[in-house]
């Protein structure tokens, strides 16, 4: 098991927490993960571990869907359509 492996499933065992979101994406981001990443910029920033139950259970995503999953987050973080950290109502999330 890799450093990273490790530090992961620390995380998972310490669960959500004000810094902390699991989000499950098995094929494709949900809404909410945009929610959450407005939510660490208003805030003091955080970690979002995709793949993951609200349990813990580290479920993982689709391998043929990571790149896509990928690309949309990327995409979706740099638009400034897609997301705001100030609240804009006219935002779209």
Request: glycine share 10%; aromatic share 6%; proline share 2%.
């Amino acid at each position: 098991m890799t450093a990273d492996e490790r530090k992961v499933l620390e995380m998972t065992r310490r669960g959500e927490g004000l810094d902390l979101e699991f989000k499950t994406c098995w094929n494709q981001l949900n809404r909410d993960v945009y929610e959450t990443v407005c939510a660490f910029l208003n805030r003091h920033g955080g970690t979002m571990l995709l793949g993951v139950q609200d349990d813990g259970t580290v479920q993982g995503i689709d391998a043929d869907a990571v790149q896509q999953v990928r690309r949309d987050f990327v995409t979706a973080i740099t638009n400034p359509q897609k997301l705001t950290s100030h609240g804009d109502p006219r935002a779209g999330v």
